[in-house]
């Protein structure tokens, strides 16, 4: 389990950096064939972006919810994300390619994602008695001021020191 840092901190994340969520949602629970290896693609994927930082993933966290499993990624750049998902030679391409040969338009397994690109200076992040966590942990976690201890202030100070 990890270490849980007590009282509030903050995140720092200098320059613009993008947000990927990514889930699926099984809509046929008995057709384990079809959705077991949609749910099975996403670790090798998440496994070569570790091992290769210069993809561009800096940080991701897991969750399982009751629409399915969610992965919340945080990118450098959105122009690194895409590269990521277009490149044939690296492990999002051949499977998005099985998914539309065996899965498509049938309705058996539902995808999504969502893509947020945040801009340097306008997000503001709050944790409280928690472990190094989300964006803190895809950036640097720092101590909160006094000054800065509303969402607003935070947001203020972000926008300041850019």
């Known amino acids: 389990m990890a270490k849980v840092v ?6 720092e994340l200098e ?3 993008v947000v990927f969520l990514i889930g699926m949602r099984v809509n046929k629970w008995w057709k384990l064939h079809k959705w077991l290896p949609v749910a099975a693609a996403m670790g090798p994927m998440l496994r070569e972006l570790s091992k290769q930082p210069d993809l561009g993933l800096l940080h991701f966290t897991s969750w ?26 690296l492990t999002h391409r051949p499977a998005w390619k099985r998914w539309n040969q065996r ?18 200076g306008t997000f503001e992040a ?6 190094t966590f989300g964006l803190a942990a895809a950036g640097t976690p720092a101590s909160l001021r006094r000054a800065t201890r509303t969402a ?7 926008a300041a020191a850019q």
Do not use: C
């Open 6 to 11: 007590p009282g509030y901190f903050t995140a």
């Open 15 to 17: 320059g613009d950096f």
């Open 64 to 89: 399982i919810g009751p629409g399915g499993p969610m992965i919340v990624q945080y990118w450098r750049s959105v122009e690194q994300l895409e590269a990521f998902a277009k490149d044939p030679n």
């Open 103 to 120: 899965i498509g338009n049938s309705g058996d397994v539902g995808i999504w994602h969502e893509t947020f690109v945040v801009r340097e």
């Open 126 to 131: 709050l944790y409280g008695n928690m472990p």
């Open 152 to 158: 607003a202030d935070r947001r203020a100070t972000n």
